[in-house]
């Protein structure tokens, strides 16, 4: 390695120190994957560090870098479809007693685990921003009109910043702010997850529902899960493309559709997921004699009015790797 090199490397490590995590927030709200923006998080930096020799400060290191951040993602959004949940494909709940079946094929949205931030007092500002709710209401934007939202509802860049970031002119990013904004609350008008109490704003009741939550599942108590739903709680788990409505219903589909049988099949490991309580739910491995424990679902509770109004599961074990959660529990 040569001095100039060695300098190079040192300058740019300490030009884009410290940014990692709200990239990586960024390029999950643009792709609405977690692994998708860690893969597109390294592409942004190898970019910059190629790049680096013609950076001459005429922006600042953060503009700089959200400009490739949003261009690596508008890049990779060429080839790929939007990623919805259930609830976002336009179709009446299902009825929990038909059996599931999977749909590999459509691209899901998925949870970003706060772990993946990490730091959580470096990246609390961040969660804010990257709810489930809202990752959820971006997926139905075109790429770009999602990108000028991100960059101006979210980030606060001005018109014309985000016109500077996007090629585009300050009157072009004002009529796609307009569009975006309004194809936005049309959506959180829909039935869906909407706003919940951050994992960091739970008061004792709320944080005792959460618990709660967990001990019915490891109880297989299905009566005490339905309990701490709201009366109109939704339930999502894709790949599966139903979804559910209604405490009653719920209950009625884990105890059709739910492999555990009794108390202890089911183990609860409490997280976080976009700024949510969560938690890993890991079901017992018959082959193993009934001391081994793999990973089965991650679920993200949206908590409203003391009561979880949405559960999203999530089947994924990279949601379980992002997470920090063990790979197996004994």
């Known amino acids: 390695m040569t001095g100039e090199t060695a300098f190079g490397d ?3 490590a300490e030009l884009t120190a410290g940014m990692r995590a709200e990239l990586l927030a960024h390029c999950y709200r643009m792709l609405g994957s977690a692994p998708d923006a860690e893969d597109a998080l390294q592409e942004v930096y190898l970019r910059a560090w190629r790049a680096f020799h013609r950076f001459e400060g005429r922006s600042s290191a953060r503009t700089w870098m959200y400009k490739i951040a949003t ?3 508008l890049s990779a959004l060429e080839s790929r479809s939007r990623r919805p949940l259930p609830t976002g494909l ?4 299902a009825d929990p007693a038909l059996p599931v079946v999977a749909d590999e094929q459509t691209p899901w949205l998925g949870p970003l685990p706060d772990a993946a931030l990490g730091d959580p007092a470096d990246a609390a500002t961040r969660r804010e921003s990257v709810g489930l709710a809202m990752a959820a209401a971006l997926q139905h934007l075109p790429p770009r009109q999602r990108a ?5 509802d979210v980030l606060v860049f001005s018109a014309a910043e985000t016109a500077g970031l996007l090629d585009m002119t300050v009157a072009s990013v004002n009529s796609a702010l307009a569009r975006a904004r309004k194809t936005v609350a049309a959506v959180q008008a829909r039935p869906g997850i909407g706003e919940g109490r951050r994992v960091d704003e739970l008061d004792a009741h709320e944080q005792q529902v959460w618990d709660e939550f967990c001990a019915a599942f490891e109880r297989y108590d299905v009566d005490g899960v339905v309990r701490v739903l709201a009366a109109d709680a939704i339930w999502e788990m894709p790949p599966f493309p139903g979804w559910y409505a209604g405490a009653g219903q719920i209950g009625l ?3 059709t559709q739910c492999p555990a049988q009794r108390a ?3 183990r609860m490991v409490p997280t976080s997921c976009n700024g949510l309580p969560a938690a890993g739910m890991y079901l017992r491995e018959p082959a193993s004699g009934g001391d081994r424990w793999l990973p089965f679902q991650l679920d993200v509770l949206t908590i409203r ?3 979880i109004a949405h559960v999203g599961a999530f089947f994924s074990a990279e949601a ?3 997470a920090g959660l063990p790979a197996e529990l004994h």
Do not use: K, Q
């Open 10 to 12: 040192t300058a740019f």
């Open 71 to 73: 261009n690596t993602c």
């Open 90 to 93: 336009g179709t009446d709940a």
């Open 148 to 152: 000028v939202l991100i960059l101006r």
């Open 253 to 255: 589909l884990t105890r």
């Open 264 to 266: 202890g099949d089911l």
């Open 305 to 307: 009015d003391g009561a």
């Open 320 to 322: 379980f790797r992002l």
